[in-house]
């Protein structure tokens, strides 16, 4: 053997750490390749928030909206109850003279 050729233990050792590293690489690559997927998949629904946040105050506001109504028809039915006993009572007892 020449001194500048290794020596069959150390081809051994530099194979093996040479395998190593490959393995090392392949597992950090799939890490990269999971991470993109990932950040992907946050991008996606980064952009969906915006329109679930528009949908939200839509239905918000429809709900105000039909709940003011509620409220609007009940003081009319309100009004309209009073407005019922008054003329009933009157009726009863004819008109009160003052």
């Known amino acids: 053997l020449s001194p500048l050729s290794p020596c069959p233990q150390e081809l051994v050792a530099a194979q093996s750490r ?15 390749d999971k991470l993109k997927a990932e950040a992907e998949r946050h991008r996606a629904t980064l952009e969906t928030i915006p329109v679930l946040q528009a949908q939200a105050d839509i239905y918000r506001a429809d709900f ?16 309209l109850q009073e407005a019922l006993r008054a003329l009933q009572g009157e009726h009863r007892w004819g008109p009160q003279i003052p």
Request: glycine fraction near 0%; proline fraction near 0%; hydrophobic fraction near 50%.
């Open 64 to 79: 105000e909206a039909e709940r003011a109504a509620r409220e609007q028809l009940h003081a009319q039915r309100e009004a």
């Open 18 to 32: 040479l395998a190593a590293a490959e393995e090392a690489l392949a597992a950090k690559q799939e890490l990269i």
